[in-house]
């Protein structure tokens, strides 16, 4: 991934997001201090995050958390984990009936908590595309995305539910979109990652059980309830 800082409709720098980077870091780093992202679109098949910055004045180099390791793993003698970026794109839905919540199911690392519809971009799919189409397969749902307001990433060394060691770096394209129609979530997607999903009163969020991540942006995005 690109990532382009903008300031005053121009372009200040534009470099790639390294294994394990955070796109504030990036703009700190170059005399920058990232205000918010913008967009996140294709050009010439590279996915591209504008990010609008300010001139640095003494501002400390943003804190995100370092590389974690699963507990108990031992990573075999000559064996190197598996380098591993993920894009995804997410959506905060909200709609007369609450907010809209899906249940991962054992194919995670984290079966049983829950957090946003969305997931992996396909090659070549802009995640626009991407997390309307996951927004239906997992719930069901037809809605309609507002604006990009958050980039989550995460960078840890496990074990994947494919059995093999990688050194994981998921950055998370977050959207907040609107549901004019709410209907009773059903997952299309039998047998993936999403085990259930439900409407939730925006006043009960907290009531789920959310992976660290999920908990800390609805922190963000959500009434505290």
């Known amino acids: 991934m690109i990532v382009r800082g903008v300031a005053d409709g121009s372009a200040v720098f534009e470099t790639v997001l390294p294994h394990g980077g955070h796109p504030d870091q990036l703009a700190w780093d170059r005399g920058w201090v990232a205000r918010r992202p913008v967009d996140a679109v294709l050009e010439g098949g590279q996915l591209v995050l504008q990010v609008e910055v300010r001139a640095r004045n003494g501002e400390a180099r943003p804190r995100r958390p370092r590389r974690s390791q699963d507990p108990g793993l031992v990573i075999p003698r000559g064996v190197a984990p598996e380098v591993r970026q993920r894009l995804a794109a997410y959506a905060v839905v909200l709609s007369d009936r609450g907010v809209l919540a899906t249940e991962y199911s054992d194919q995670t690392a984290v079966a049983g908590r829950w957090g946003m519809p969305g997931g992996g971009l396909d090659d070549g799919e802009a995640p626009v595309d991407a997390v309307l189409r996951e927004v239906a397969e997992e719930t069901s749902q037809t809605v309609t995305l507002s604006e990009l307001v ?27 979109a609107t549901c004019a129609a709410p209907v009773d979530p059903v997952v299309l997607d039998q047998g993936g990652t999403t085990e259930s999903a439900r409407w939730l009163p925006v006043r009960d969020w907290r009531t789920l059980r959310w992976t660290h991540n999920w908990a800390q942006v609805l922190g963000e995005l959500l009434p505290a309830g």
């Open 150 to 176: 958050r980039v989550q990433t995460s960078h840890w060394v496990g074990r994947s539910p494919r059995g093999t060691i990688e050194d994981f770096h998921a950055v998370r394209l977050i959207y907040t």
